[in-house]
């Protein structure tokens, strides 16, 4: 069989892992919802600095913009938010087909409020409003400061997608946050049904200890800890409290696997997707990784809901020197530092263009 339809028939929610102005406009995006049975997106500001700063795709909005004397980031919002609302738009009626599981995409606040609990806050509020659409994640990343912010969100009926959790703490913080929030409203005698996910970060795992453990260790951490998150969240859905959520309407959080394209080139690249095939999750593909699962045989196995195998392979990665929970808090760390590098390169590649349109005659190459 098919393994994207293997996967859809489990239950798993494949979800691009990009999007670009050229996707929307050439009618990529279509035939990946069509063709490869495509059902969400994601994005970040990596993802829209490569859009933006390769080919000219957004020359023409930039430069119709460039006038108004916004600033960058303001037109970077502007930008980002038409990309989006037109995707939104292609997965609307999959969105009311699903009664709300799939369909959405996701816009991230800015990584400069990844320490700022009520920046973020008001970002998520501002952007899920300014979006104009109900199948818009907004993303607010899993720290410690953006905990308590997820909860907010959650009661004020913004849908959040937990972003950069690398462990089963961080996802069970993150799944607190969201049960919190929701509590409240049903208190406060509220709509109990927000939808959220929370997106735990795979492939960054291997990249960071390849080099430190022996030869059969490599490229089995990132799915290790994926295996320990999932029964974690299998756990969850089994407490009283949780089934007292749903009994009065509420929704699950996902589990969404990200970054799930492979870093080594030895491997194959569709190697998380298979292992971490599981009902009731959301992979994320970059196309690339996408393309070759198309391509791929069928899926052998299911992600088993212990994680006994996992914890032995975990004391292996112990023995060789990796103490897990401190790489976990470093893997956030410099995700956020990631992301708050490639905010700064998009903000800078706007304002070369509008510098370059405000100059009779110039073009920006």
Do not use: C
């Amino acid at each position: 069989m098919n393994p994207i339809r293997q996967l859809q028939n489990l239950g798993q929610s494949l979800w691009l892992d990009n999007i670009t102005r050229a996707l929307l406009d050439n009618g990529t995006l279509r035939r990946y919802i069509e063709d490869y049975s495509i059902t969400g997106l994601t994005s970040n500001p990596s993802i829209f600095d490569a859009a933006i700063g390769s080919g000219d795709a957004y020359d023409a909005g930039i430069r119709e913009k460039a006038q108004s004397g916004r600033s960058a980031e303001a037109l970077f919002y502007e930008l980002a938010l038409e990309d989006l609302r037109r995707a939104a738009d292609l997965f609307r009626p999959l969105f009311d087909a699903s009664d709300h599981v799939d369909g959405w995409v996701s816009m991230e606040v800015s990584p400069l409020l990844a320490r700022d609990t009520e920046g973020s806050i008001k970002a998520a509020r501002w952007i899920y409003q300014q979006a104009e659409r109900p199948n818009l994640f907004v993303k607010i990343p899993g720290t410690p400061e953006g905990i308590p912010a997820i909860e907010e969100s959650i009661f004020a009926g913004v849908p959040i997608n937990v972003t950069l959790l690398f462990s089963r703490a961080q996802y069970l913080a993150a799944a607190e946050a969201y049960l919190r929030g929701i509590e409240r409203r049903i208190k406060a005698g509220l709509d109990p049904r927000v939808d959220s996910v929370a997106s735990l970060f795979v492939s960054r795992w291997d990249k960071a200890v390849n080099d430190k453990v022996p030869a059969q260790l490599r490229n089995r951490l990132g799915i290790a800890i994926g295996r320990r998150a999932y029964q974690a969240y299998r756990e969850l859905l089994a407490t009283p409290r949780w089934r007292q959520l749903a009994a009065a309407g509420t929704r699950p959080q996902r589990l969404l696997w990200a970054s799930t394209g492979t870093k080594d080139t030895n491997v194959s690249e569709t190697l998380y997707v298979e292992a971490l095939a599981a009902p009731d999750t959301i992979d994320t593909l970059p196309e690339k990784t996408l393309h070759a699962l198309a391509e791929d045989g069928p899926i052998t196995g299911i992600l088993p809901v212990s994680s006994a195998e996992a914890e032995a392979m975990l004391a292996l990665f112990a023995q060789a020197g990796i103490d897990v929970g401190a790489l976990a808090l470093q893997l956030q760390r410099e995700g956020v530092l990631s992301f708050i590098e490639s905010w700064h390169s998009l903000l800078r590649r706007i304002s070369d263009k509008v510098s370059a349109f405000a100059q009779p005659g110039k073009e920006f190459a």
